[in-house]
């Protein structure tokens, strides 16, 4: 099969994800008399230079831009409950808050994370109906740490599941991957399909970084839903070669094994080698080889159906380099922009796959017989 056309890869974006207002925090930690009040990790900084790279590079205009919706709350409610969703509603009407599990938010944060969740549910829609080939949702806030009763690590709704959910729910797929590369656990994905057969859901992180203790081998899903959760904890300094050899010895053939008709990737850019909340070691072209290998897996499993949806990536200088790297792939067009990162890490050591690496991949491989498959 040939590669994606280049007028074919959807784009969602909308200026007010960029609108969400994360306070005066310190990073991770509210503002106090022991700390200095200065810039929450999750601020739009990251976001808006990936789309100004993406502007300035000549992409843009190659992708097929894809309007975005606020999800109802009924589709909110598909994953959250309605306490929840009351909560985050009654935050959004004022002027600053915690959410609960260093998650701020401000006033109108409520409807702009409801038009992330519809950011996605754009992409899903628009490849579903082979509008697109594939697309790429550039929304925020993110969403793979949100649980059904409970806003954490920074996410206020479940984005990816909720489509998902969604798609499902009005009979346009049956089969669906979630394939996480975060380098936190995509903890609220697995929650909302751990007992679901239909949901593929495999998440690549740092081992018990965040949330902790959670996105162990151990965790592969109840009930019919057993086998369907596979977590690939990966030990801190994984590069490049740790990585690309996690997705072909565990990530490309669960795939393989449980053929869906929709992959999905939460698209997380805070296991590059500059992240702040993150200590792995990939690069713009590890990005690149490891989108590769998915478009290649959606093309012999799915006719090409792969949608990417922004999650995590807090190194402003470095996000842009990756976010456009992944959305070249899509694309299959090269815009010559050059990594200026790249020669410095092409000296760190460190990229090569090692034996302790490669043991906890092989680990995660030994639980690929437990993969559901349609046959």
């Known amino acids: 099969m040939?590669?994606?056309?280049?007028?074919?890869?959807?784009?969602?974006?909308?200026?007010?994800?960029?609108?969400?207002?994360?306070?005066?925090?310190?990073?991770?930690?509210?503002?106090?008399?022991?700390?200095q009040p200065g810039e929450h990790a999750e601020n739009p900084e990251t976001k808006r230079r990936l789309k100004n790279l993406l502007d300035v590079s000549g992409m843009t205009e190659r992708l097929v831009p894809l309007?975005?919706?606020?999800?109802?709350?009924?589709?909110?409610?598909?994953?959250?409950?309605q306490a929840h969703i009351a909560g985050i509603k009654a935050l959004s009407e004022g002027y600053?808050?915690?959410?609960?599990?260093?998650?701020?938010?401000?006033?109108?944060?409520?409807e702009i994370a409801a038009l992330a969740v519809g950011g996605v549910m754009a992409a899903v829609d628009a490849v579903l109906a082979g509008e697109v080939r594939n697309a790429y949702a550039l929304t925020r806030p993110p969403g793979h740490h949100a649980l059904a009763d409970l806003a954490m690590g920074f996410c206020l709704?479940?984005?990816?599941?909720?489509?998902?959910?969604?798609?499902?729910?009005?009979?346009r797929v049956a089969r669906v991957?979630?394939?996480?590369w975060d380098v936190h656990h995509g903890n609220g994905t697995q929650a909302a399909f751990y007992d679901d057969p239909s949901v593929l859901t495999i998440s690549l992180h740092q081992d018990c970084l965040f949330p902790p203790a959670s996105g162990l081998l151990r965790e592969q899903g109840e009930g019919a839903g057993f086998g369907a959760n596979l977590n690939i904890p990966?030990?801190?300094?994984?590069?490049?070669?740790?990585?690309?050899?996690?997705?072909?010895?565990?990530?490309?053939?669960?795939?393989?094994?449980?053929?869906?008709?929709?992959?999905?990737?939460?698209?997380?850019?805070?296991?590059?080698?500059?992240?702040?909340?993150?200590?792995?070691?990939?690069t713009s072209e590890g990005y690149r080889r490891m989108t590769r290998l998915l478009i290649g897996a959606a093309d012999e499993l799915c006719d090409g159906r792969l949608i990417a949806a922004h999650e995590g990536g807090y190194s402003a200088t470095y996000v842009p380099y990756c976010g456009l790297a992944i959305i070249e792939e899509l694309s299959g067009h090269r815009t010559?922009?050059?990594?200026?990162?790249?020669?410095?890490?092409?000296?760190?050591?460190?990229?090569?796959?090692?034996?302790?690496?490669?043991?906890?991949?092989?680990?995660?491989?030994?639980?690929?017989?437990?993969?559901?498959?349609?046959?």
């Open 2 to 35: 040939t590669g994606p056309s280049l007028t074919h890869t959807g784009f969602v974006f909308q200026e007010l994800y960029l609108w969400h207002n994360t306070q005066n925090w310190a990073q991770i930690f509210p503002p106090g008399l022991t700390v």
């Open 67 to 81: 309007r975005p919706r606020a999800a109802t709350e009924e589709e909110l409610a598909l994953v959250h409950t």
């Open 96 to 110: 600053g808050a915690d959410a609960g599990a260093l998650t701020p938010m401000g006033r109108g944060s409520y």
């Open 157 to 171: 709704f479940a984005n990816i599941a909720i489509a998902v959910k969604r798609a499902q729910r009005e009979g």
């Open 177 to 180: 991957a979630v394939v996480d």
């Open 234 to 282: 990966l030990p801190p300094g994984c590069g490049d070669g740790a990585y690309l050899a996690a997705l072909e010895r565990v990530v490309v053939p669960a795939l393989k094994r449980f053929r869906p008709d929709l992959i999905v990737i939460a698209s997380g850019l805070d296991a590059s080698g500059v992240d702040p909340l993150g200590r792995m070691m990939v």
């Open 336 to 375: 010559g922009v050059t990594d200026d990162w790249a020669p410095l890490m092409a000296e760190w050591g460190g990229q090569e796959a090692a034996p302790h690496q490669l043991a906890a991949i092989d680990a995660a491989a030994s639980l690929l017989p437990a993969v559901p498959s349609p046959d």
